[in-house]
């Protein structure tokens, strides 16, 4: 019996509860996992006891996780903000035991567990990375709907701009780029990655007329990774990375910072982008949006990003052979 994917229930006042049950279109065996009096009214759900049991059809599977709190759309309640972060930490410990293949989470609010519970951590992508031991992980955005592939790792990430140029340092910037070649094999099943860097400056600088950074440091540091056997491109402009005809030269692109990687995944695949955390010892994916709180409980929510993360971690377990 093949092993299901995870799906963390996220917070609960944002739109999860109503994202878990449309998710069942994917037809991936999922288990939801989270307090089944937060799924709205009508939800056709059925318990189970373990991902292990056989999962019924037709009907979401709930794997309970009782909350201290209901779920009032719109209103996170502080009581509930620690069952958040223990449902995530019961999904890391289910995948790690072997009796999930992935883990596909749905969306968190920082603010709203750090006022309840104190959670200390950034976001989803560090606590996993706490929970798995400490590993260097980086973040990826990746798209489902759009031919060539769109995927892009920003090298850093929720920064000011003007703090960027003395964050990019050579050593972030390899990690970036191996963290980057080793996902794509593992998780991605390109044997072989070929890899495309951005420039930090317009025109990756332009022979120096436009910065410095890419003739002092990114260019050599590309060349020796190059010698090593990685397959590179860059640096490059970044305005001319993400046309269709430049995407297929590279299986993924890493970018100096935020912006430079997500807006172009955003303008490509706006619905259907993904987020994957590569260098875990375990699968994540999550769809590439918020919890809503606008629009929580309104049945307006679009399952389309949640759909593609579920099928994401599902081809992902594929690769890694954990399904």
Request: net charge negative; hydrophobic share 45%.
């Amino acid at each position: 019996m093949a092993r299901p994917v995870i799906v963390t229930c996220g917070e609960p006042a944002g739109i999860g509860p109503e994202l878990a049950p449309l998710m069942t279109a994917a037809r991936v065996p999922m288990v939801w996992l989270g307090d089944p009096r937060h799924l709205p009214q009508g939800c056709a759900w059925a318990e189970i006891a373990s991902p292990e049991a056989d999962l019924p059809e037709g009907v979401l599977p709930v794997l309970r996780h009782d909350f201290a709190g209901p779920a009032i759309p719109g209103r996170p309640e502080p009581a509930n903000a620690q069952g958040v972060i223990d449902v995530i930490a019961r999904a890391v410990t289910l995948v790690s035991e072997g009796k999930a293949s992935a883990i596909c989470t749905l969306p968190i609010n920082k603010k709203a567990l750090k006022d309840g519970a104190g959670f200390p951590f950034p976001g989803h992508t560090e606590y996993l990375a706490h929970l798995a031991g400490g590993a260097d992980v980086v973040m990826m955005l990746a798209s489902t709907t759009v031919q060539p592939p769109c995927r892009v790792v920003p090298a850093t990430i929720h920064v000011a701009i003007s703090e960027v140029p003395a964050l990019l340092t050579p050593a972030l910037l390899e990690r970036a780029i191996r963290l980057t070649r080793d996902g794509l094999i593992r998780d991605f099943g390109i044997a072989a990655p070929r890899l495309a860097v951005a420039g930090l400056n317009p025109h990756a600088g332009e022979g120096g007329a436009m910065g410095r950074e890419e003739t002092d440091w990114i260019a050599p540091l590309l060349d020796r990774l190059r010698a090593e056997g990685l397959d590179i491109a860059g640096p490059l402009p970044a305005d001319t990375m993400f046309h269709a005809p430049a995407r297929t030269r590279y299986n993924g692109a890493i970018c100096a910072y935020h912006d430079q990687a997500l807006i172009p995944i955003k303008t490509l695949d706006f619905a259907g982008g993904v987020n994957v955390t590569l260098g875990l010892p375990f699968i994540r994916t999550s769809p590439d949006h918020g919890t809503a709180f606008d629009i929580a409980g309104q049945g307006r929510a679009d399952a389309a990003s949640a759909i593609a993360a579920l099928r994401m971690a599902w081809d992902m377990a594929g690769a890694r052979g954990t399904r």
